[in-house]
C-alpha cells in the first residue's frame, strides 16, 4: 500500500513561491513560532536597518524537561537582545525534513543564521543545504567541523557536558547506599560514552565500589523503554539514575515514584522529583547563544574567520552549570563536589589522566598519558571505563 507524503504548511507555501514569477514576502502562518528582540521590529539593528533573524531547529518538544526545552531557553534568552529575531520549529525529524525547515527558514523567514540544535542534522542535511545557501550562516550542535572537508559557511558547538556529570557523579557516589548506579542512554556515540565515564569516574573518585549499569535504548525518544529500563534497574536495588536521552522526564518521574534517586540532565528536572532529585548536569546555552548574537551583530562569520568553525567550552566557559544541590544532597557530598567544580574553574582538573581501564581490564590510557577536555581523542571515545556494566 502507498502512503501520501505529509506536507507541512512550509512546504505547500514554498511551492506556491517557487511557481511564481516575482519574489513576494508573505506573513503566512508556518507552523514555526517566532519571537523578536525589543527592538527588532523598529529596524534600529541588523544589517541595513533589519533585525537579525535566527532560526532554531529542534527534534522534540520545546517543553520536554530535556534537551530541546535546554535550547529552546537559551533562545528565549536571546530574543530578548535588541535588533534579534527569533525563529523557531519544534519536533522535526532527523530526515529531509529538517532540510525543508531549514530551506523555509531561510526563504521565508528571511534568516541568516540557523541553529539546527540535534545530532543527527549534521551530516549529511545541513552539509548539503549550506552548500545552497553560502551567506547564510549554519552553526550545529554536536557536529565536528573538519577543515577542507565542511562549507566554509559551517561551525559547530558543544560543551563538555560530562564536567557536570562528574560533579554529579561525585553527589551520586556519596548518596548511593547500595554503591549501585544507573545510566539510561540513547546511543553509543562518542559524546554520550564520555558522560557515561565521566559520571563514572566521578562517582568512582569517592566511592571506589561503585558501579554504574548502562542500558543503550536505541534512540534518543524512547519514553516506554526508558520507563523499563528504570524499573528494571530499581529492581536490581540500583538506588541513583541518571541518562543521556532527549527528555530524561519518564526516567525521574519513574525514579521518585520508585522511591530512589535521581541526577538530571540538559535541564532542571527537580519539579518531577521533589523527594528524590540529586542535581543534574544542565546546558546554558543562553551564555553560549548570547556570544554568538554579540559576533554575528558584530558582522563576524565563520566564511570571514571572525567566529571559529569549533567551538567548545564547560563550567569555565559559561557552556553548563549544575541543577541546585536539593536537601538530600549531604553536607559532605556538597563539599566534594563544589571541590571538584572549582577545578573546572581554575583549569586544574583533568578527567581522562592515566592509568585508565576500560570495563574489559584493558589499559585505555597509560600511566604517563592524559587527555584535558579539549582534546580530539576524546570526540572519538568508543570505550567504557572500568566500573560501567555494559558493552558499546
Known amino acids: 500500500m502507498s502512503r501520501f ?7 505547500v507555501i514554498r511551492g506556491i513561491l517557487a511557481t511564481t514569477a516575482f519574489g513576494v514576502t508573505s506573513k503566512f502562518g508556518t507552523g514555526c513560532s517566532s519571537t523578536t528582540g525589543s527592538k527588532a521590529d523598529s529596524g534600529t539593528e541588523g544589517t541595513g536597518g533589519k533585525p537579525l533573524v535566527i532560526g532554531f531547529i529542534y527534534v522534540g518538544a520545546k517543553d520536554d524537561y530535556g534537551y530541546n526545552q535546554a535550547h529552546a531557553e537559551g533562545a528565549a534568552g536571546i530574543a530578548k537582545i535588541p535588533g534579534v529575531k527569533i525563529v523557531e520549529q519544534a519536533s522535526v525529524p532527523e530526515t ?9 527558514m531561510i526563504e521565508q523567514d528571511g534568516a541568516t543564521v540557523i541553529f539546527p540544535t540535534s545530532f543527527g542534522y549534521f551530516d549529511p542535511h545541513v552539509i548539503k543545504v549550506a552548500q545552497d545557501y553560502p551567506d547564510v550562516q549554519f552553526l550545529h550542535c554536536g557536529g565536528l567541523y573538519v577543515e577542507g572537508k565542511h562549507p566554509k559557511n559551517v561551525g559547530t558547538y558543544f560543551g563538555y557536558i560530562d564536567e557536570a556529570q562528574y560533579v554529579a557523579g561525585i553527589v551520586a557516589g556519596l548518596t548511593s547506599k547500595s554503591s549501585k548506579l544507573g545510566f539510561i542512554a540513547a546511543k553509543p556515540i562518542p559524546q554520550v560514552l564520555r ?19 548502562v542500558v543503550f535504548t536505541g534512540d534518543w525518544a524512547l519514553p516506554v523503554k526508558e520507563a523499563e529500563a528504570a524499573n528494571s ?3 536490581q536495588g540500583i538506588d541513583v539514575l541518571t541518562a543521556h536521552v532527549d527528555s530524561p522526564k519518564v526516567i525521574v518521574e519513574t525514579a521518585e515514584k520508585r522511591g530512589i534517586f535521581a541526577s538530571g540532565y540538559h535541564a532542571n528536572q527537580s519539579a ?17 547563544y548570547t556570544k554568538y ?10 566564511t570571514n574567520g571572525g567566529i571559529p568553525h569549533l567551538v567548545r567550552g564547560g563550567f569555565k566557559e559559561g557552556f553548563l552549570k549544575l541543577s541546585p544541590y536539593s536537601t538530600t544532597v549531604s553536607d559532605k557530598a556538597k563539599k566534594e563536589a563544589e571541590a571538584a567544580k572549582a577545578k573546572f574553574l581554575d ?25 584535558k577536555q579539549q582534546d580530539p581523542e576524546l570526540e572519538k571515545m568508543n570505550w567504557l571505563v572500568d566500573g560501567v556494566i555494559g558493552k558499546v
Open 96 to 104: 529531509t525534513e529538517v532540510q525543508e525547515a531549514m530551506r523555509s
Open 293 to 302: 548574537a554579540e559576533m554575528l551583530k558584530a558582522g563576524k562569520t565563520t
Open 347 to 371: 583549569g586544574s582538573m583533568v578527567i581522562y589522566k592515566g592509568a585508565i581501564k576500560d570495563n574489559s581490564g584493558k589499559v585505555i590510557i597509560a600511566a604517563d598519558k592524559e587527555y
Open 233 to 235: 534497574m530499581a529492581d
Open 272 to 288: 518531577l522529583s521533589p523527594k528524590g532529585y540529586l542535581t543534574g548536569a544542565e546546558w546554558d546555552w543562553t551564555t553560549v
Open 195 to 213: 558522560n557515561i565515564n565521566s559520571f563514572t569516574l566521578g562517582a568512582r573518585s569517592v566511592n571506589p565500589k561503585v558501579t554504574t549499569q
Open 5 to 11: 507524503p505529509h506536507l507541512s504548511r512550509r512546504q
